[in-house]
């Protein structure tokens, strides 16, 4: 499984938003490209501690607290960690190659 990329940020983004109460500058796509290197439950939490801070301030989520939120939140992926993945990534490749080769499969 990828990392998310920015389309996948942005529809993780519009997904943990969904039927929360919403102020009407939220930009899903802004978000997206400001949080590389976050994975989902990076976003979820995001989204779960901004919402907090609006319903205890009785305000509507809003674009300036989710940026807040980002800027305070470590992504979970580093270069090192994206490294390591690629390299476990390829050795499992190239064992299902050799595997499905040794069976008969294409």
Do not use: W
């Amino acid at each position: 499984i990828p990392f998310p990329d920015v389309e996948s940020r942005k529809a993780i983004f519009e997904i943990e938003l969904k039927g929360r109460p919403l102020d009407e500058d939220i930009d899903c796509e802004e978000l997206a490209k400001k949080t590389e290197n976050f994975t989902a439950s990076d976003i979820s939490a995001v989204v779960n501690t901004a919402s907090l801070e609006s319903a205890i301030q009785e305000k509507l989520i809003g674009q300036s607290v989710l940026l807040s939120h980002i800027a305070q939140t470590p992504p979970s992926l580093s270069e090192e960690i994206k490294r390591e993945y690629e390299l476990i990534n390829k050795k499992m490749e190239t064992r299902n190659s050799y595997n499905h080769k040794r069976v008969g499969f294409c």
